[in-house]
């Protein structure tokens, strides 16, 4: 692994050296490092790119790493990886994707990501997008992650792009069984001329299912960022949508959550805000010794922390 | 020593300059305690806030242990040790208070530092430390963190802006005792915006400020007497009816 590549991986899933535990290493097109363990299978499909993911039921404190790294310019490549996670099992699943591209050609990386989560399974999942690159030719990422959740589970999800990404077209969808849980937060930043669109829904199908979005992002500069999160209550069912967002320069966002109640016991709330960083904070933090620049990254540090 | 000479602050208003501040004057020896006082609108906060540089005077001088102050970006006042405690402090979504009180001390804090700043101004750390600065706070918790801010960072010139308003009388008992802590150590100049009797009580001067001017000054013994008999807030036209 060479420098551009270690530093990539260090990004999208603070990887220094080749994890423990279960992982695959997918780089620029090819695998680059594969290991099962007892209670996780990571097998390779046949039919098309990718691998299916198999953790036994039970398995506890164990996580997975499926980082996928694009060094090469002008890859374009669609990933299925499938994730069967047993019953009872908690572990942690960390998919990063880093991108780096100081040629002329586009990169693209499509993850289509399936989660299957067993009754009482309890997965953490965090996905990190990044880009990096002098080269004319764009950094795309279009993922899509489809989650189903059994009864009882309960997933969080933790999904960043923070610069770097010229044009991300982001699609989620996750169905919640009975009283199953999940909890979606999503954080963003744009520069530049860079675009991003993602949409997320919810559909609570089951009985006192519960569900969370959490949208923060920045946008800076000339990009362009649209939201649709949108809330679906099939059932008695509670689900709440918080959009936020900080928008600076040029940028233009647009926030479009919805709520929609099949069920006369669905409750549904959403929440969205757009704003510039507000003068008063900016002014606190300068009298507190910082620059106004410094005051700046602090207050979009923990915005996006 | 800080001394405020002839400072004038004025905005336009229906096409003509209104005074905000008229010519205030003032010497504050190092560490004293001195607690400004007045009516509401008589220019006490803007005087506070000229003296961090959040407003541009229009005239005069802040010199502070021999450098003039105006002119100066607030950055580089707060790096000279100047504090100042915001009345209406705002929140920040994201940051914790642990995050806001390692930035005011500007380095980091252990656990004890920080256990003992909250503590200060009567907040228990165990509930605070790792909750964001944001709306989920009330008023008053937010306000007892913004003195807290200001403790952090040490600094030789604090000004505390009404940091009674918004506080429960449990907490405000907490918070006297930490100004007479302050007051006690004399190893910085405090400057207290009050209207609270008690904080004016522990004054070594009470710096009455009224109508841009400062209208008075004096030990607590002199001025306290002078505030309560007063019922008409200095308006002559009242005083004459």
């Known amino acids: 692994m060479n420098e551009i590549e270690k530093n990539l991986l260090a990004e999208v899933a603070d990887l220094h050296e080749i994890p423990e535990g279960a992982y695959n290493i997918r780089m620029d097109g090819k695998s680059a490092g594969r290991n099962s363990t007892a209670e996780i299978q990571i097998i390779p499909k046949t039919d098309k790119d990718g691998i299916e993911i198999h953790i036994a039921p039970n398995t506890k404190k164990q996580s997975v790493h499926i980082p996928v790294i694009l060094a090469e310019s002008g890859i374009e490549e669609t990933v299925y990886n499938d994730f069967y996670v047993g019953e009872n099992a908690d572990v942690v699943i960390i998919a990063g994707c880093g991108i780096h591209n100081c040629g002329n050609q586009d990169s693209s990386h499509s993850g289509v990501h399936t989660f299957h989560l067993g009754r009482n399974a309890h997965v953490k999942y965090v996905e990190k997008h990044y880009g990096e690159g002098d080269g004319s030719g764009a950094r795309v990422m279009n993922p899509q992650t489809n989650v189903y959740l059994d009864e009882g589970a309960s997933m969080e999800m933790d999904m960043s792009q923070i610069r770097g990404i010229d044009s991300t077209n982001r699609n989620t969808q996750i169905h919640v069984g009975d009283k199953a849980e999940v909890v979606l937060t999503e954080r963003l930043l744009t520069h530049g001329k860079q675009n991003a669109e993602s949409r997320v829904d919810i559909f609570l199908d089951g009985e006192d299912s519960s569900a969370r979005i959490l949208s923060r992002s920045v946008g800076q500069d000339d990009s362009v960022q649209t939201f649709f999160p949108c809330m679906t209550g099939n059932a008695k069912s509670f689900g709440h949508v918080q959009c936020d967002s900080i928008i600076m320069g040029n940028a233009r966002i647009s926030s479009i959550p919805a709520i929609r109640a099949n069920s006369v016991d669905a409750q549904l709330v959403h929440e969205a805000a757009i704003g510039k960083i507000a003068g008063d904070q900016l002014l606190k933090l300068m009298t507190l010794g910082l620059t106004e620049e410094e005051a700046e990254e602090h207050i979009l540090n923990g915005f996006l922390k | ?241």
């Open chain 2, 1 to 241: 020593m800080l001394k405020i000479q002839n400072l004038q602050y004025s905005v336009a208003q229906d096409g003509k300059q209104t005074g905000i501040l008229r010519g205030i004057d003032l010497n504050v020896e190092d560490n004293q305690f001195l607690v400004i006082t007045g009516p509401n609108g008589g220019g006490k906060t803007t005087l506070a806030k000229c003296i961090m540089g959040l407003v541009q005077p229009t005239g005069g001088s802040i010199n502070w242990n021999g450098t003039e102050l105006c002119g100066m970006s607030i950055t580089d006042r707060a790096k000279l040790g100047v504090r100042y405690g915001f009345q209406q402090p705002p929140r920040f979504k994201g940051i914790t208070v642990r995050d806001l009180l390692t930035v005011a001390a500007g380095k980091k804090l252990s656990h004890s530092e920080v256990c003992g700043l909250l503590t200060r101004v009567g907040l228990c750390a165990k509930d605070y430390l790792d909750r964001e600065v944001d709306t989920s706070l009330s008023g008053g918790e937010v306000k007892r963190i913004e003195i807290a801010t200001v403790l952090a960072g040490n600094a030789p010139l604090m000004i505390f802006d009404e940091p009674e308003a918004g506080i429960d009388l449990w907490s405000f008992s907490r918070l006297t005792e930490t100004f007479g802590e302050l007051r006690d150590q004399r190893n910085a100049t405090i400057l207290i915006i009050s209207h609270q009797e008690r904080i004016l009580s522990m004054a070594d001067k009470i710096i009455m400020v009224s109508d841009g001017k400062v209208s008075g000054m004096g030990d607590p013994q002199e001025i306290l007497p002078q505030i309560t008999g007063d019922t008409v807030c200095f308006c002559k036209a009242m005083e004459k009816s």
